[in-house]
């Protein structure tokens, strides 16, 4: 068999991590380590494939070529420095014309090599387009790489991207349990966190239990169903234990019927214009608590920070999410293609990750929630197991390059 | 002259810190200097003078002693770690009981040295103890230290926590506006940042541009007179530069007759319960843009991290917070009392800075404001003078120590 040769070309896509650049630079390493066997040259598509349509293309062979310095400070740069897009790609049999452009312009740069690092509607993107190519004579390995602070992709131990935000919230959670402890007026602080589907990141305020440190008193997830009555139960028995009672909430708590805790005020709220407010579940939980108990009651949201914090990121979750880019290459040079990969734990007590590949096709789409076993029965917390699975991806820190007093950050 | 010789106590007040506890850390390393000349034993009061009149009271020369290891956690730790207070004490001449009952205890357990770490309440704390001193045959030298990180205390250069606070939001505001540059929609991203009355911390997010880095399109502080109309045009006038239009706001801005310009929203909105919202400045913002120009925009808010973000602490704020800590000991072993310490900075080129002290009483109850040099006269953005004048503060980071992923955080 003739084995391929040509370029490549890797696109960012989705919503930022800080370790999706981690992933960049583990392809660029990856083709280096390919010695001009099957790759002679990687492109960088700009934002994604809507700038690859545009053939807005860096030529990252030579930007980063003998440049280790360049890729350590790309690994610390949060968010996607190729920049970014959100398209949807349309049906093989319903837009073949977006295709056959597509096409063209891989066959202008002799890409051979397809590396689409991003989220679900990514991973979708290379399903299409291996079903495409299936159709057409242009031969290219297409690869899917994951990224996402969600940690709700399908066929993965967990997704690059998640162990850094997991991180920066169990770090943020500490520092604010410490601020809530220093006065002793009973209050109650509720933090909103990131999650429409899956409870994995609000879950991770509660490592500290097992790092010698502080927990919120509770845990909602959406994976559980809401009650507000049995919340504010809960928020009582809190403050007849500590003055001090700190609430962790995913964004997508839902309650019995299914409905988003968030939207009571999205619906009922306007100001003097007749806007509605959307004001989110943790304000809707603060006026609930002013109403029904009275005592002293804020909300925060963690926010932005959560997904682009890489002056926290997890040494682990780097090197992983540089490895899985790295083995993508690795995997495409070999012949494989339509795959996306994933992170698959080992099953020994150390802990270790390998790097296998799934079909796109029933990767992309799914949602991967907490696993049952991870929530208390009373659906108001997380259990140890979950800690313990959580602890590993946390682990470690990057000696970070400071520029006069700042993180360094790499753009293109 | 006789020597003054006894006992010490020390007490954190007024809202957390990242550097509260280096202070603290630092008196506790002034009493080992004084090597028992003058002070033989070291107290700390649990959550300030409201624990003090308590006898709520910690050998800290005993916890510490010997253990340089659990000095360095303490000061990596955020928030007050010996717990914090709000009282405001009464006028000597309208309460002496509440002063006789404190002289009873300074007795009780010899104290003859009183230091207490807080905010502009706390250096009022001091001034009315000091008033009291003078009318009694109790000697004892009380000295306040500054902590805020307000930035708004009169009489220094700056104050231990500023620094901290400000690299926290450089940094994060950092990771922001790489966030918001990687898609090419038009979006509006609008940041909300502490300060009531002084618009030092929002201020802080303009750093980026010296540390060849990002900084914010405009920048709004309490200083300047907020108008909704020219906001507008200058949002207008970035957006048609560039498609992510990123804002710094402080919380405190206030149009021109005097009303904080977050009211609006306060008096405006109600939820279905009727209970007003009270949404701040970022959401009065971003509901005026999406009215007025009806393109994507979000606001958030820093929130708490900006206060107890320990984790980024600047190590020119730790070094100096723990130095003005000794530096109390030492002046108060001196036989200075009544007064408040100060970080002064040097005129010389090459960053440096020395403790002084005023006296209490000019100190307190005031707001040091940022200096109208600093602000644009336009009022949208800070000038390159702040940035150089901030950059020395936020140099330099701890080697933390971690515990199983996590910073290690102290408690007694």
């Known amino acids: 068999m003739k084995e391929l040769f040509g370029n490549a070309v890797v696109g960012q896509s989705g919503g930022p991590t800080a370790a999706i650049n981690a992933t960049l630079a583990g392809v660029v390493r990856g083709v280096v380590e390919n ?51 959100r398209l949807k790609l349309p049906k093989p049999q319903d837009d073949p014309g977006f295709f056959e452009r597509l096409i063209t ?18 991973m979708d993107t290379v399903a299409k387009l291996t079903a495409y190519l299936e159709t057409c004579d242009y031969e290219m ?20 991207g998640y162990g850094s ?29 990131m999650g429409r589907d899956a409870g994995w990141l609000t879950a991770a305020s509660a490592v500290g239990r097992l790092a010698g440190g502080l927990e919120p008193d509770y845990i909602y997830l959406p994976e559980c169903v809401f009650d507000l009555d049995k919340f504010l139960i809960d928020v009582k028995k809190a403050l007849a234990k500590h ?12 309650f019995a019927n299914g409905r988003y805790v968030g939207e009571g005020s999205q619906s009922g709220a306007t100001d003097k214009f007749g806007h509605a407010y959307l004001a989110g579940v943790g304000k809707v939980l603060e006026y609930a608590v002013r109403d029904s108990i009275g005592c002293k009651v804020r909300s925060l949201e963690l926010s932005l920070p959560q ?20 083995a993508a290459v690795s995997a495409a040079c070999n012949g494989i293609s339509g795959e996306v990969m994933s992170i698959v734990r080992s099953p020994e007590e150390t802990y270790s990750v390998q790097f296998e590949h799934h079909p796109a096709s029933a990767i992309a789409n799914g949602v991967r ?18 800690c313990r699975w959580l602890l590993p991806l946390i682990q470690g820190e990057r000696n970070l390059v400071y520029q006069n007093g700042l993180p360094a950050h790499l753009t293109f």
């Open 105 to 122: 312009i891989f066959k202008k740069y002799n890409i051979r090599f397809f590396f689409y690092i991003g989220g679900n509607d990514s």
């Open 165 to 193: 935000a997991a991180k920066y919230i169990a770090t943020t959670m500490q520092e604010i349990l410490r601020d809530c402890a220093v006065y002793r007026i009973p209050a109650v602080t509720i933090v909103e966190l």
């Open 243 to 254: 003055p001090n009672v700190v609430i962790a909430v995913s964004e997508g708590v839902r």
């Open 141 to 160: 390995k297409a690869i899917g790489i994951p990224k996402t602070i969600d940690n709700d992709l399908l066929g993965s131990d967990h997704t690059p």
């Open 35 to 85: 010695k001009g066997k099957n790759i002679a040259k990687l492109y960088g598509m700009r934002n994604g494939i809507e700038g690859f349509l545009q053939e807005n293309l860096i030529d990252l062979s030579a930007f980063f070529a003998n440049s280790e310095e360049k890729l350590r400070i790309l690994e610390q740069t949060p968010a996607a420095a190729l920049g970014s897009c």
């Open 307 to 326: 997904r682009c914090a890489a002056h926290l990121a997890s040494d682990t979750d780097l090197s992983e999410s540089a490895g899985v880019g790295k």
């Open 369 to 386: 929630r907490v696993n049952p076993e991870f929530c208390v029965p009373e659906g108001n917390q997380v259990t140890d197991s979950f």
